[in-house]
């Protein structure tokens, strides 16, 4: 019993050795905190702050745009595919010059049925 007392004591030992050395590493870690550092940090991160919430806001301009269906999941990349697409399937649309239907939501129907009509040829 005693043996595993002096055991636990000696790891014990080690655990303090270990963690004054870590202590030491952090005081001569490459980043010091002074007050500038700390303030760049902060004003690097409201600038990405506010670019990202700009691609978001960009991202759901995007979203009210093209038609969509209820199904739809729409991360950032889906959304980029769907505008693709929708974007091709409008120069269709042009290039065919019939007496097609021009207002949104006919666009948006045919654009639907094209679309899945797209999906289908791919299976």
């Known amino acids: 019993m005693l043996s595993m007392h002096n055991h636990n004591h000696h790891n014990h030992h080690h655990h303090h050795i270990g963690h004054s050395h870590n202590h030491n590493q952090h005081k001569h870690h ?5 007050s500038s550092n700390v303030h760049q940090r902060i004003l690097a991160n ?6 990202t919430q700009s691609l978001n806001e960009g991202f759901d301009l995007l ?7 209820p199904s739809d999941k729409l991360s950032k990349i889906a959304t980029l595919r769907l505008a693709c697409r929708y974007i091709r399937f409008l120069v269709e649309i042009l290039e065919q010059k019939d007496d097609l239907p021009l207002d949104v939501q006919s666009l948006y129907r045919l654009f639907t049925i094209w679309r899945l009509e797209e999906e289908v040829d791919k299976r």
């Open 30 to 34: 490459p980043y010091s905190f002074n």
């Open 63 to 69: 979203r009210a745009i093209i038609p969509t269906l």
């Open 46 to 51: 409201v600038r990405e702050r506010k670019r």
